[in-house]
């Protein structure tokens, strides 16, 4: 059974900084494309940041030159630098495989006080 676990959210001011991280437990963490998703309350769950297998990033337009995606094959972890937070960033932060259905983890709360 694969299981995420996420943490590093706290509160913090506008202009701060957090790294998220992701342990993704089994075996299938080196061979996917992972993604970091968000949902604020009231709104769809979307995703903010990926990484192909093979180290390459995409993000998403609101996010990106302040969040930075990163992954540890090693330690089947995968990272969320954010940098220059704002309000608007404040959510409930996640991680997943890209193309594999998993159960959710719990998330870790970002919130981002102005």
């Known amino acids: 059974q694969v299981q995420l676990v996420e943490s590093g959210g706290g509160l913090v001011q506008a202009g701060g900084s957090l790294r998220l991280s992701c342990v993704v437990s089994g075996s299938i963490f080196s061979a996917n494309d992972m993604g970091w998703y968000r949902q604020a309350p009231g709104k769809q769950r979307e995703l903010v940041a990926a990484i192909t297998s093979g180290g390459s990033t995409n993000y998403r337009d609101s996010v990106k030159g302040r969040f930075t995606i990163s992954r540890d094959n090693a330690k089947n972890t995968v990272y969320l630098q954010m940098s220059s937070l704002k309000p608007e960033d404040t959510a409930v932060y996640y991680c997943?495989?890209?193309?594999?259905?998993?159960?959710w983890g719990q998330g870790t709360q970002v919130t981002v006080s102005s």
């Open positions: 997943s495989p890209l193309w594999v259905v998993v159960p």
